[in-house]
């Protein structure tokens, strides 16, 4: 059996680097599997860091697509020339795709058009608006898709919903909770940790990322001075890319306890939220992780790709509330935040079930 699997953006990697350890695994045992990585994007990425494909103990890919565009319709179009090539030079029996991305989308679309199965992988996931781009993604990759692999059984519920076959649908648990479990004794220190005064437990950790809440920028300067207020002078430590400093820059917001720098490797930033006091972020993959590490986590946000985290981890969506912002931080701050709990099939063997699946099929 010969896997493509399709990687859009640099969080993706994450999610993939356990299924190519399980499918090198199984090509051990004796299996016929072999698979090829191709990202959509160009070689030299920024946000592919040196060190990304180390970190994860997994290869670079093995083709670049060199696809970039700010135009969903221009870039989805790049994506589908460029892959079709890929696929015709380079066959296939299973195409997986990752997430919501519009690369996932456009590679399930020119899949499913040669004929190949595909594969999705966090499949059902849901926001229940189609405004949003990445829904519209969700939508047509879960219903183009032979093989969907759900994190949780919303998910499944979800997909129930919109009719797909039961038979379709494989409950194989949270892939990155394999990443983070294989990762865990390999995080680092960043050298620059002890440089600024840090301690263990005592920072809290911010990141930020979507572009309505940094557009908002009114919104954007009241969560921050209450991030700020409510944080009593304990460091905040705020790994951000480059546009997301750009926009704190132009508010004005300066203070010694808030330190604002560049986006850290995997095995750093690991490290950032394992040691945390408590993490306030708008990130799904950051609320997961947090979740499983048990540190307490606050989301800028209405909605969790993965319910779990909120419903029985350590995540508490807020939305972007001011007043829901200030009380869960004051929780935080006084060590009252809920224990939390870990949810099925968290357990690092996500990756061996899918690949199980693909070979027995």
Known sequence: MKITIVAGARPNFMKIAPITRAIEAARALGKSISYRLVYTGKEDDTSLDASLFSDLDMKAPDVYLGVESSNSTTLAAGIMIAFEQELTENPAHVVLVVDDLTATMSCAIVAKKQGIKVAHLVAGTRSFDMKMPKEVNRMITDGVSDYLFTAGMVANRNLNQTGTENENVY?????????????????LKPIWFSVL??????????????????????TLRRLLEIIIE?????????PLHTY???AIKELGIEVPNLHIMPTQNYLFFGYLINKAKGI????????????????PCITLNTFAEHPETWRMGTNELVGEDPTALAQALDKL???EWK???LPERWDGRTAERIVQILTNK
């Open 171 to 187: 409950y194989v648990g949270n892939i990155l909770i394999d990443t983070i479990r294989y990762s865990r004794n390999r995080l």
């Open 280 to 295: 306030i972020s708008d990130s799904g993959n950051v609320a997961e992780e947090a979740t499983f590490l048990g540190i």
């Open 230 to 238: 409510k944080s009593e002078g304990m460091p905040i430590v705020a």
């Open 339 to 341: 224990k939390g709990g």
């Open 197 to 218: 005064g840090l301690e263990e437990g005592n920072y809290l950790l911010l990141t930020l990322n979507r572009r309505a809440l940094l557009n908002n920028r009114e």
């Open 333 to 335: 701050m006084k060590g």
């Open 244 to 246: 997301v400093r750009n």
